[in-house]
């Protein structure tokens, strides 16, 4: 039979392990919400100054400037923090890319000496508005598809580490009017999935393998006017 003694330190021992348990599942759950972030579109119009100055090497920081646009917290400037994080690496695989702030945040990472490879759809990487140009002409290493079909992905990998993805086009029409939505996550496993997918597309779309002029089944262009619109934007 136990005694009151034992039964006594039996429960104590019971609260203590319960309490680390508890614990220990809080700062999971917070480890693992800092691992995730949903950004819903569009995004009101902010001043990101601050946060290109300081990507610049500026000491700027996320705060009010000369500009007229109102300051603080919005989809944009996160999504432009995110991708300001980047240290050595970014994979980036989208439609369309005419925003000038998603832009400037990419030839920044570029000048800092982060690798940065871009892969795009190449009917409207030529469109007016497009960036892809401005990236290529920086020394940004650049490759479009050469098919029938449209490359259509929307993500980005950063460091290796971070996945960021959804619906969204880098154009300020998605950005500032549409409805749109980007997933940006750290999850090992998703993150080796979509690395592999942009290194299989890589590969397809290395210039050794082009037969330039050679298509003979041309893309249906039924948005192109939309997106032309968009890029102008």
Request: glycine fraction near 8%; hydrophobic fraction near 40%; charged fraction near 25%.
């Amino acid at each position: 039979m136990w005694r009151g003694g034992a039964w006594a330190l039996l429960a104590a021992a019971l609260a203590v392990g319960l309490e680390a348990l508890a614990e220990w599942l809080l700062r999971r759950r917070r480890l693992e919400a800092r691992r995730r972030e949903v950004l819903f579109f569009p995004s009101r119009v902010t001043c990101v100054e601050g946060l290109l100055a300081a990507g610049e090497g500026g000491t700027g920081g996320v705060g009010p400037c000369s500009c007229p646009l109102p300051h603080g917290e919005s989809p944009l400037a996160r999504l432009l923090a995110r991708l300001l994080s980047a240290r050595r690496s970014l994979e980036l695989c989208v439609f369309a890319f005419s925003s000038q702030q998603l832009s400037r945040a990419v030839l920044l990472l570029h000048r800092r000496g982060v690798r940065v490879r871009v892969v795009t759809d190449a009917d409207y990487m030529a469109l007016q508005g497009s960036q892809i140009g401005v990236l290529r002409r920086a020394g940004i290493q650049v490759r479009h598809d050469q098919d029938s079909g449209y490359m259509h992905h929307k993500f980005a990998i950063i460091d290796q580490r971070w996945l960021l993805t959804g619906s969204l086009n880098w154009t300020a029409q998605a950005i500032q009017h549409n409805r749109e939505n980007v997933l940006i996550l750290e999850d090992a496993e998703c993150v080796k999935l979509f690395l592999e997918e942009f290194e299989k597309i890589w590969e397809n779309y290395n210039p050794a393998h082009y037969v330039f002029f050679s298509k003979e089944v041309p893309k249906e262009n039924k948005h192109k006017s939309e997106t032309e619109r968009q890029l102008k934007k």
